[in-house]
Nanobody
Framework: QLQLVESGGGLVQPGGSLRLSCVAS???????????IGWFRQAPGKEREGISC????????NYVDSVKGRFTISRDNAKRTVYLQMNSLKPDDTAVYYC??????????????????WGQGTQVTVSS
């Protein structure tokens, strides 16, 4: 059974950086390389939104406009890990961040409904 575990969240001041990790287990290395993985976030009182996703090879990525130029998604298939480097963080970035596996192969639009297996989330708080 596939499991995804996020880590790397925490409290950071505005303008700071964090790197989130999403580690997959319960899946062979070969199978993991076919997965499209997305990062999502959910702030209090708001719907969960897709912020970035990365295709199997790592060559294709998508970002929501609000994080373009600040966040970078990458993956290390040998480690079954997908990263989200977050720079120039703002208070509006405060949320629980989740990673998830897309139901189908291909990049898609990072839409929540396109994803099935989810991690438990990691809290990111941007505050002075």
């Amino acid at each position: 059974q596939l499991q995804l575990v996020e880590s790397g969240g925490g409290l950071v001041q505005p303008g700071g950086s964090l790197r989130l990790s999403c580690v997959a287990s319960g899946v062979t290395l070969d199978r993991f390389t076919y997965f499209t993985i997305g990062w999502f976030r959910q702030a209090p009182g708001k719907e969960r939104e897709g912020i970035s996703c990365i295709r199997a090879s790592g060559g294709s990525t998508n970002y929501v406009d609000s994080v373009k130029g600040r966040f970078t998604i990458s993956r290390d298939n040998a480690k079954r890990t997908v990263y989200l480097q977050m720079n120039s963080l703002k208070p509006d970035d405060t949320a629980v961040y989740y990673c998830a596996k897309r139901k189908l192969y291909g990049l898609g639009s990072c839409g929540v409904l396109e994803y099935d297996y989810w991690g438990q989330g990691t809290q990111v708080t941007v505050s002075s």
